[in-house]
């Protein structure tokens, strides 16, 4: 039976480099899913590659069915937006291991709707002072820098992955990002010694 890794973190960890990292490496043999959401589809973007994007009467439907496995509201300037991910064939737990990038929240309603067993977090962490200091340099490098946005990300974090919440949600193990690569090939163990264990 297959698993589902999970990278998690708070602003700023380098979770999105990691996961991409992760997904592109062929040894782990993982496989990704395309996410939908309710938002409106942007140029350049294409149905079933980026998302698959979907109206809010659709949305509604799949939750009746009881076919969403996770989803996350945003409330905009244009309304409410939802990402969430679908029960629709693209997970075969009984052929494949999954790789999913996601909040602390999705990965428990993750967690919740496959089994404890079957969902694997990783988290990523990142001292507080180093992860700042990585976000300004981020935000310095945007045409419109949007700093009060960055303060209330960090914030925010504090709350979403308080060490109460990291308990509630079972995250013991941690993979610390203070050198990438040497982060990248820390995950990369773990995975293959989880998976080898479960071939036994």
């Known amino acids: 039976m297959g698993k589902i890794y999970v990278v998690i973190g708070k602003s700023a960890s380098g979770k999105d480099s990691i996961f991409k990292y992760l997904r592109e490496d062929e040894t782990l043999k993982l496989k990704?899913?395309?996410g939908y959401t309710t938002r409106p589809i942007?140029?350049?973007e294409q149905d079933g590659v980026e998302y698959f994007f979907v109206s809010d009467d659709r949305f509604e439907c799949l939750?009746?069915?009881g076919k969403i496995?996770?989803?996350r509201t945003y409330q905009t300037i244009n309304g409410p937006w939802n990402y969430f991910t679908v029960n629709d064939g693209q997970i075969e737990?009984?052929?494949s291991d999954y790789l999913f990038i996601n909040t602390l929240e999705a990965y428990n309603q993750i967690r919740k709707y496959f089994g404890e067993d079957k969902v694997?977090?990783?988290y990523i962490e990142v001292e507080d002072g180093e992860r700042l200091s990585r976000a300004l340099k981020r935000e310095k490098k945007q045409l419109t820098p949007n700093y009060a946005e960055l303060c209330r990300r960090f914030l925010a974090d504090s709350e979403d992955f308080s060490e109460e919440e990291l308990r509630e949600s079972g995250i013991e193990r941690r993979f610390k990002n203070n050198d990438i690569q040497?982060?990248?090939e820390e995950i990369k163990k773990y995975i293959n010694?989880?998976?080898k264990n479960e071939k036994l």
């Open 93 to 95: 737990l009984e052929k």
């Open 69 to 71: 496995i996770e989803y």
């Open 63 to 65: 939750k009746v069915e």
């Open 193 to 195: 010694n989880d998976q």
């Open 120 to 122: 694997i977090p990783i």
């Open 182 to 184: 040497e982060c990248i």
């Open 32 to 34: 990704t899913v395309v």
């Open 42 to 44: 942007r140029i350049g």
